[in-house]
């Protein structure tokens, strides 16, 4: 090393540096509520805000000043107003949280992760409950608005529908509200998200048309009330499909399973083609970077293409997204 | 939330973003050996280093895709080779470990740390064998030239030196390397890391110049072997005596602990004064909100330089180094 090197000059460090640490405070700020407080009052004040909340003040102003360093906020002493990437940042939230708080102890640990003789059994840990509470935001601005005109545009009504990796059951329980005269099935393998999806439907009135499986959607069996399943949807979990042959057996297993499904929605984070490293969007390469790390394959659009009608579908119409994860939606039909 | 959304115009977001999946890859990429190939050999392949290592392929195209995003590498398909932020990345690599693998965890649970209800006991937790192997090196840029200086500067023979906070004994083994006449004793809370002390200066051949004592630096009991001590160094450890009056007490016990120490070198990083939130230098901010979660008091310069006199001291001559985290070094001489 060196010795004659000027701190000062170190402005690229400094930006990545400070950046990383803001991203912790968006998560912590989101979490804390406040974000919130600022988009809707337009200004706070710290020792107020960590008051109010019984929070450790210097703690709470070092959130403040991390958020100020790369111009989330602005800082004038202890009073707080919203600077010019404030919108951008509370829209984008979620994405960071899932990031720096679901997903920190994956990339803590890259170094030993990227070994070889390292990457058996569970050789990677990341906070379930923290990527569910992300995810719950991610998805409404990633497919929401994408999912409600696929689901408006499929010109026929469902009695049953099936959701496919439902984790706490958001998107079947807004799916019944819409659809009174519907019922649904939860189907994931994660019993503890099921436990909140039992819960949530319960107090939202609908336990009576609800129904949740434990079951890994890879290897389940057959159930007398698959049959009555009209329509099938799977959201940012189709990827858990892959690789191409187990993809292509399971979506032919799906119509063996739901013989009366005529509609299949699949909604998923594609992997990118042909964007230059020094122009990815936000989400995208954590996201991507994450997935090379824990081993799981992640499908391009034209792999999805692919495997369609060797698993038996008809792609009926593709709603390309393209958010912050190459995302699209499917829309198949039995063959 | 606005579905009217534009993901490519969320520029700052992606910034941000990537700068923090970036930063990850940064301490990967120096413990993985990446950093130090290409800056010998100006080029490395992605696979054929994936191999040579036995990584993960797939993972270690992305680490370089998480580098490459910000402009620490350029990326020719597997091809990679460093890029216009690559020098002050690679003189900066330390500080990013200390906070992407030393400190994540802590940075990571700020919402909960930052409530009061959750902070009692050990209410965080950081990676104490990585904070090490990133000290180690920040420690030869941000003190090292200044400490020998302070050390040469001395004037004075000594034939004991005490080390507080003494760490792996990097320091202590240097000093007796450089003044063969010289023992020395190292003081460490930390059981763990003077094991380590004790084979290291083994293996130096230093075993019988020097001892290692497990000791509260704030609690300790007089030593026979401390009568001899003629210089005492406190390095990157001295906050801990802080507040205010247990370091006046503590200074003051120093005194009598060590009563024939005619010097004492204090190194530390202090917390910065006016330094505007947009203007923070790389560390600075990670380190000031680290200790502000951690509720370790953090001195200012100033700070400092009111205890000496109650503490028994004369400040000597005060070596400003103000690297990342405004270091200082206080040469101290017995009042």
Chains 1, 2 share one sequence.
């Not at 912590?28 to 008051?51: C, I, M, N, P």
């Not at 929401?144 to 990796?165: C, I, K, M």
């Not at 579908?313 to 393209?322: A, E, G, V």
Request: with cysteine.
């Amino acid at each position: 090393m060196n010795t004659a090197m000027d701190a000062r000059s170190w402005t690229t460090a400094a930006r990545l540096y400070n950046s990383t640490v803001a991203a912790w405070a968006i998560g912590a700020a989101w979490e804390l509520g406040a974000l919130d407080e600022l988009a809707e009052h337009g200004v706070l004040d710290t020792f107020e805000f960590a008051t109010r909340h019984d929070l450790d003040a210097a703690s709470t102003l070092g959130m403040f000043r991390a958020l100020a360093a790369v111009g989330v906020v602005r800082r004038d002493d202890t009073k707080i107003v919203p600077a010019d990437a404030f919108a951008e940042i509370h829209q984008t939230r979620s994405l960071f949280h899932w990031l720096v708080r679901g997903s920190a102890e994956l990339f803590r640990q890259m170094p030993s992760v990227l070994r070889n003789e390292n990457r058996a059994g569970e050789f990677y840990r990341r906070d379930p409950a923290a990527i569910a509470f992300a995810c719950k935001e991610i998805s409404t601005f990633c497919y929401d608005p994408w999912f409600w005109s696929a689901v408006d545009g499929l010109g026929t009504d469902f009695g049953v529908v099936l959701d496919l990796g439902c984790g706490s059951g958001e998107r079947l329980r807004q799916v019944l509200h819409r659809h009174p005269g519907t019922r649904g099935i939860g189907v994931d393998i994660a019993g503890e998200a099921l436990k909140v999806a039992e819960k949530d439907a319960a107090t939202a009135g609908l336990a009576d048309r609800v129904t949740f499986v434990e079951e890994d959607m890879l290897s389940m069996a057959t159930r007398p009330e698959f049959a009555d399943v009209e329509l099938l949807t799977c959201f940012m979990a189709g990827h858990d499909l892959w690789p191409r042959e187990q993809c292509v057996r399971t979506l032919r297993r799906f119509r063996d399973l739901f013989p009366n499904a005529r509609r299949f929605l699949i909604g998923d984070a594609t992997r990118s083609v042909g964007i230059p490293d020094d122009e990815l969007p936000v989400f995208m390469l954590g996201f991507e970077v994450a997935h090379d790390m824990m081993g799981a394959f992640m499908p391009t659009v034209e792999d999805w293409e692919s495997v369609f009608a060797d698993g038996g579908w008809r792609l009926r119409r593709k709603h390309t997204i393209d958010m912050v994860a190459s995302e699209v939606i499917f829309e198949l039909e039995r063959r």
